[in-house]
Nanobody
Framework: VQLQASGGGLVQAGGSLRLSCAAS????????MGWFRQAPGKEREFVSA????????YYTESVKGRFTISRDNAKNAVYLQMNSLKVEDTAVYYC????????????????WGQGTQVTVSS
């Protein structure tokens, strides 16, 4: 199984980025997909998740209204549109996959990508 995250970069506060995660080696349409992030010196934290059909999404409170998760099962891909970015959104962002419903519990995810760096400058 491979999860390849991309789309990170350097952006000014208030800007936008779109992260992508391409999956292979798993039955993508059966997996809930999640995004997590880890800032320097902090623990990895949940950002968002989307169920197998895309019909159910889940966000951590700090990104509600700014981030949108979506998926394209035909392309085996999940996306995270990030708008109104803040300096505190700076982190390495990871995509992850699990079989089961949406979850914010990182240990419940079976597969992880390598991460993509998002840096938001003031």
């Amino acid at each position: 199984v491979q999860l390849q995250a991309s789309g990170g970069g350097l952006v000014q506060a208030g800007g936008s980025l779109r992260l992508s995660c391409a999956a292979s080696g798993l039955t993508f349409s059966r997996n809930t997909m999640g995004w997590f992030r880890q800032a320097p010196g902090k623990e990895r934290e949940f950002v968002s998740a989307i169920n197998w059909s895309g019909g159910s999404t889940y966000y951590t409170e700090s990104v509600k209204g700014r981030f949108t998760i979506s998926r394209d099962n035909a392309k085996n891909a999940v996306y995270l549109q990030m708008n109104s970015l803040k300096v505190e959104d700076t982190a390495v962002y990871y995509c992850a996959a699990r079989v089961g419903p949406n979850s914010d519990y990182s240990a419940s995810y079976n597969y992880w990508g390598q991460g993509t760096q998002v840096t938001v400058s003031s």
